[in-house]
Structure formats: structure tokens, C-alpha cells
């Protein structure tokens, strides 16, 4: 498979995956079906902000690709960092608490996933941009569950985790990196 179709293959990919994110969440909200909402409102919001997070920045990405965007390779990245918590942790869940069709969902997902992160690597900065997308992911529901719980010690630990991890995303996101190994040869 050629360089062109694994582009257009991880685009329309991204964009599927993306849209299916929204359009299930948005559902899910709108008919009332999310369990113990009343009971944890702060965790869920901060949930579904890490999901419609996640599937707006896979949804740009696939534009990007499409568009030969230069931040095409850095925002695929970070969006699968997000993705691979995201679908992962419901992989997770929906083996534990088994329910057909939407494990098999799940495990096709994460499947998929793992197939673009493969085909599309090329560098070490997709490897951080991808550690920076699963990093965001998880502090941002764990500050959701410390929030809710009102748990000091832990948000003292979130917040600014969370701040520097934005900072430094932003920072680096329309940056291209260079790594260079140092052999202390003169």
C-alpha cells in the first residue's frame, strides 16, 4: 500500500471514527440513557469534554490529511493518543460488563487504532504527540472523578499537570522536532 492510500485510508478513518464519537454521545445525552448522571455531573461533564475533545480533533485531522495540511502528521497524532484512551478504557468496560454489540465495536475500534498508529508512524514526535493526546485524555477524566469527589490532594496534583501538559501541546503542535543521537565522537 502506497504512501497516498494509507492517507486516505487513515482519513476517511479518523473522520468515520470521529463523527461515530459525536453522533453516539450526542444521542446517548439527548435520550436521557447515561446512568447516575444526577450522582456524578461533574465527572461526566468532564467526560464528555475529554469525548467531543477527541472526536473533534479526529474529524479535523481527517480534514487535514485530506487537505495536505503541514500539521496534518502532528494532529493525527495527538487525536489517536486521545482515541486509544478513549476506545481502549470503553474496550475495557464492555469486556467487563459485557454487552455484545458494543464490545464488538470496541475491539474493532481499538484494533483499528492500533493498525493507523502503525501505519502511519514515521518519528519519534509522533510517539509524544500521541503520549501527550492519552496523557490529556486521562488527566482530564481524572480531574473530572477529583473534582467530583472533592478530592484536594489529587487535584493539587491534576490542575497544574493538566496546565503544563496544555502549555506544552500547544506549544509543540505546529513545531516539527528533530531528535539527534549525541556519540560524543569529536
Known sequence: ???QSIKKLTAFSVLIIGLLNLV??????????????QGTPI????????????????LLS?????????????LLYLSLGCLVMAVGSAFAYYFMNFETTLFIMT?????????LIIINYQKLQDFIL??????????????GDSLQAKDISSLILEIPALLFLLILTIGILRKNMTFRHLTGEK
Open 130 to 143: 500521541m503520549t501527550m493526546g492519552v496523557a490529556g485524555y486521562a488527566l482530564l477524566n481524572l480531574l
Open 43 to 58: 465527572s461526566y461533564t468532564l467526560h464528555w469534554i475529554s469525548e467531543f475533545s477527541t472526536a473533534l480533533l479526529l
Open 1 to 3: 500500500m502506497n504512501n
Open 62 to 74: 481527517g480534514i487535514y490529511i485530506l487537505k495536505k495540511h503541514p500539521l496534518q502528521q502532528n
Open 107 to 115: 475491539a474493532s475500534i481499538t484494533g483499528l487504532t492500533v493498525i
Open 24 to 37: 453516539t454521545w450526542i444521542i446517548l445525552i439527548a435520550s436521557g440513557k447515561v446512568p447516575d448522571f
